[in-house]
Protein backbone atom coordinates (compact mmCIF):
# COMPACT_ATOMS: atom_id res chain seq x y z
CA UNK A 1 0.00 0.00 0.00
CA UNK A 2 1.28 3.60 -0.32
CA UNK A 3 1.94 5.99 2.30
CA UNK A 4 -0.77 8.25 3.02
CA UNK A 5 0.17 11.35 2.28
CA UNK A 6 2.03 13.62 4.82
CA UNK A 7 0.52 17.10 6.64
CA UNK A 8 1.75 19.93 6.24
CA UNK A 9 1.63 22.85 9.29
CA UNK A 10 2.78 26.41 9.30
CA UNK A 11 3.31 28.73 12.10
CA UNK A 12 2.21 31.79 11.02
CA UNK A 13 2.28 35.41 13.58
CA UNK A 14 3.94 38.55 13.40
CA UNK A 15 7.65 39.30 13.73
CA UNK A 16 9.16 39.07 17.39
CA UNK A 17 5.57 36.31 18.33
CA UNK A 18 8.15 33.87 18.48
CA UNK A 19 7.10 31.57 15.86
CA UNK A 20 10.44 30.94 14.70
CA UNK A 21 11.05 29.56 17.96
CA UNK A 22 7.94 27.68 18.11
CA UNK A 23 8.04 26.16 14.81
CA UNK A 24 11.65 24.50 15.56
CA UNK A 25 10.12 23.05 18.54
CA UNK A 26 7.20 21.73 17.16
CA UNK A 27 8.79 20.09 14.63
CA UNK A 28 10.94 18.38 16.52
CA UNK A 29 7.94 17.19 19.30
CA UNK A 30 6.50 15.55 16.16
CA UNK A 31 9.48 14.21 14.18
CA UNK A 32 8.40 16.53 11.02
CA UNK A 33 10.89 18.21 8.73
CA UNK A 34 11.34 21.82 9.59
CA UNK A 35 11.27 24.53 7.12
CA UNK A 36 11.06 28.50 6.91
CA UNK A 37 10.01 31.23 4.17
CA UNK A 38 11.44 33.34 2.56
CA UNK A 39 15.16 31.39 1.51
CA UNK A 40 14.76 27.59 1.96
CA UNK A 41 15.89 26.82 -1.39
CA UNK A 42 18.84 28.05 -2.97
CA UNK A 43 16.57 30.83 -5.31
CA UNK A 44 14.89 31.30 -2.57
CA UNK A 45 17.90 32.32 -0.13
CA UNK A 46 18.71 34.84 -3.33
CA UNK A 47 14.84 36.11 -2.94
CA UNK A 48 15.15 36.71 0.59
CA UNK A 49 18.49 38.91 0.14
CA UNK A 50 16.10 41.07 -2.13
CA UNK A 51 12.75 41.13 0.07
CA UNK A 52 14.85 41.54 3.18
CA UNK A 53 18.09 43.10 3.05
CA UNK A 54 17.74 46.74 4.52
CA UNK A 55 20.40 48.23 2.49
CA UNK A 56 18.78 47.04 -1.15
CA UNK A 57 16.52 49.11 -3.10
CA UNK A 58 12.70 47.93 -1.54
CA UNK A 59 10.84 46.46 -4.60
CA UNK A 60 7.38 47.92 -4.82
CA UNK A 61 4.08 46.41 -2.71
CA UNK A 62 3.15 44.06 -5.87
CA UNK A 63 6.50 43.54 -6.96
CA UNK A 64 7.19 42.05 -3.14
CA UNK A 65 4.10 40.13 -3.36
CA UNK A 66 5.38 38.18 -6.22
CA UNK A 67 8.50 37.50 -5.53
CA UNK A 68 7.07 36.18 -2.12
CA UNK A 69 4.66 34.01 -4.86
CA UNK A 70 7.97 32.79 -7.05
CA UNK A 71 9.74 31.77 -3.12
CA UNK A 72 7.11 29.38 -2.34
CA UNK A 73 6.59 27.93 -5.60
CA UNK A 74 10.05 26.93 -5.30
CA UNK A 75 9.89 26.21 -1.90
CA UNK A 76 6.83 24.11 -2.63
CA UNK A 77 8.36 21.90 -5.41
CA UNK A 78 11.54 21.71 -4.06
CA UNK A 79 11.39 20.95 -0.64
CA UNK A 80 7.12 21.01 0.40
CA UNK A 81 6.21 18.26 -1.95
CA UNK A 82 8.64 16.15 -1.88
CA UNK A 83 8.36 15.98 1.98
CA UNK A 84 4.53 15.67 1.96
CA UNK A 85 4.26 12.91 -0.87
CA UNK A 86 6.01 9.73 0.89
CA UNK A 87 3.87 10.17 3.81
CA UNK A 88 6.35 12.63 5.83
CA UNK A 89 5.19 15.44 7.82
CA UNK A 90 5.99 19.38 7.02
CA UNK A 91 6.60 22.19 9.64
CA UNK A 92 6.90 25.86 8.04
CA UNK A 93 7.68 28.75 9.35
CA UNK A 94 5.54 31.18 7.26
CA UNK A 95 3.42 30.10 4.12
CA UNK A 96 0.51 31.35 2.58
CA UNK A 97 -0.99 33.16 5.42
CA UNK A 98 1.44 35.49 5.90
CA UNK A 99 1.28 36.81 1.67
CA UNK A 100 -2.20 37.83 2.65
CA UNK A 101 -1.57 39.56 6.35
CA UNK A 102 1.61 40.94 5.09
CA UNK A 103 1.21 42.01 1.37
CA UNK A 104 -2.20 42.24 1.77
CA UNK A 105 -3.12 43.67 4.86
CA UNK A 106 -0.17 45.05 5.79
CA UNK A 107 0.55 46.66 2.27
CA UNK A 108 -3.04 47.54 1.52
CA UNK A 109 -2.88 44.87 -2.07
CA UNK A 110 -6.27 43.59 -3.08
CA UNK A 111 -6.68 40.25 -0.88
CA UNK A 112 -8.72 37.96 -3.03
CA UNK A 113 -5.89 38.60 -5.96
CA UNK A 114 -3.64 38.01 -3.62
CA UNK A 115 -5.27 34.38 -2.45
CA UNK A 116 -5.81 33.55 -6.12
CA UNK A 117 -1.72 34.22 -6.49
CA UNK A 118 -0.79 31.95 -3.46
CA UNK A 119 -3.18 28.86 -4.60
CA UNK A 120 -1.47 29.04 -8.67
CA UNK A 121 2.10 29.86 -6.82
CA UNK A 122 1.70 26.58 -4.26
CA UNK A 123 -0.43 24.84 -7.29
CA UNK A 124 -3.09 23.97 -4.60
CA UNK A 125 -0.90 22.83 -1.67
CA UNK A 126 -2.45 24.02 1.26
CA UNK A 127 -1.96 24.21 5.17
CA UNK A 128 -3.55 21.50 6.76
CA UNK A 129 -3.04 23.59 9.45
CA UNK A 130 -1.90 26.85 10.25
CA UNK A 131 -1.09 27.85 14.04
CA UNK A 132 -0.94 32.12 14.74
CA UNK A 133 1.48 32.78 17.67
CA UNK A 134 -0.19 35.22 18.86
CA UNK A 135 1.45 38.14 20.66
CA UNK A 136 -0.06 42.21 21.06
CA UNK A 137 2.16 44.54 18.81
CA UNK A 138 4.09 46.15 21.87
CA UNK A 139 4.85 42.36 22.93
CA UNK A 140 6.63 41.55 19.70
CA UNK A 141 8.21 45.10 19.39
CA UNK A 142 9.88 44.18 22.39
CA UNK A 143 11.24 41.25 21.93
CA UNK A 144 12.74 43.02 18.46
CA UNK A 145 14.27 45.63 20.56
CA UNK A 146 15.76 42.88 22.92
CA UNK A 147 17.35 41.06 19.47
CA UNK A 148 18.78 44.24 18.46
CA UNK A 149 20.33 44.89 21.84
CA UNK A 150 21.98 41.19 21.46
CA UNK A 151 23.46 42.18 18.17
CA UNK A 152 20.80 41.14 15.62
CA UNK A 153 20.12 43.11 12.93
CA UNK A 154 16.27 44.02 12.08
CA UNK A 155 15.22 42.74 8.40
CA UNK A 156 13.32 45.14 6.15
CA UNK A 157 9.89 44.03 7.31
CA UNK A 158 11.10 44.55 11.30
CA UNK A 159 11.61 47.87 10.34
CA UNK A 160 8.28 48.70 9.09
CA UNK A 161 6.93 50.15 12.47
CA UNK A 162 4.18 49.40 15.36
CA UNK A 163 1.05 50.59 12.95
CA UNK A 164 2.29 48.14 9.59
CA UNK A 165 2.87 45.10 12.35
CA UNK A 166 -0.97 46.03 13.79
CA UNK A 167 -2.15 46.04 10.33
CA UNK A 168 -0.34 42.63 9.67
CA UNK A 169 -2.02 40.85 12.91
CA UNK A 170 -5.51 42.31 11.95
CA UNK A 171 -4.56 40.09 8.82
CA UNK A 172 -3.57 37.04 10.70
CA UNK A 173 -6.68 37.53 13.00
CA UNK A 174 -9.23 37.75 10.42
CA UNK A 175 -7.85 34.80 8.48
CA UNK A 176 -8.12 32.51 11.45
CA UNK A 177 -11.27 33.23 12.27
CA UNK A 178 -12.40 32.74 8.62
CA UNK A 179 -11.14 29.44 8.60
CA UNK A 180 -11.60 27.96 12.13
CA UNK A 181 -11.13 24.66 10.72
CA UNK A 182 -7.79 25.00 9.31
CA UNK A 183 -6.46 27.54 11.83
CA UNK A 184 -5.49 27.86 15.69
CA UNK A 185 -4.63 30.65 17.02
CA UNK A 186 -2.69 30.00 20.63
CA UNK A 187 -1.01 32.78 22.84
CA UNK A 188 2.41 33.91 22.31
CA UNK A 189 3.04 35.69 25.28
CA UNK A 190 3.50 32.73 27.78
CA UNK A 191 6.43 30.23 28.41
CA UNK A 192 8.09 28.73 25.18
CA UNK A 193 7.25 25.28 26.46
CA UNK A 194 3.95 25.58 27.58
CA UNK A 195 3.40 27.43 24.22
CA UNK A 196 5.22 24.53 22.21
CA UNK A 197 2.99 21.58 24.19
CA UNK A 198 -0.11 23.85 23.63
CA UNK A 199 0.27 23.68 19.80
CA UNK A 200 1.47 20.08 19.73
CA UNK A 201 -1.47 18.78 21.69
CA UNK A 202 -3.86 21.04 19.04
CA UNK A 203 -1.98 19.31 16.37
CA UNK A 204 -2.69 16.09 16.97
CA UNK A 205 -6.51 16.70 17.99
CA UNK A 206 -6.58 18.10 14.56
CA UNK A 207 -4.45 16.03 12.52
CA UNK A 208 -3.78 12.90 14.35
CA UNK A 209 -1.03 11.16 15.76
CA UNK A 210 2.02 11.87 13.68
CA UNK A 211 3.65 9.13 11.38
CA UNK A 212 6.01 7.11 14.22
CA UNK A 213 2.67 7.13 16.62
CA UNK A 214 0.74 5.26 13.70
CA UNK A 215 3.17 2.28 13.81
Same mark, same amino acid.
Given at each position: MPAARGRLIALEGIDGCGKSTQAKAVAAALGARLTHEPGATPLGSLLRQVLLTPDTPPPTPRAEALLMAADRAEHVAEVIEPALAPG %?? !? !?TDRYSGSTIAYQGYGRGLDVAGLAELVAWATAGVAADLSVLVDVPVEVAAARLAQGARRGRGADRMERLGPEFA /? =? !?REGFLAQAAADEGRWVVVDGTGEAAAITAHIVEAV? /? =?? %??EPERRR
Open positions: %GW !V !V /A =R !VR /A =RL %GP
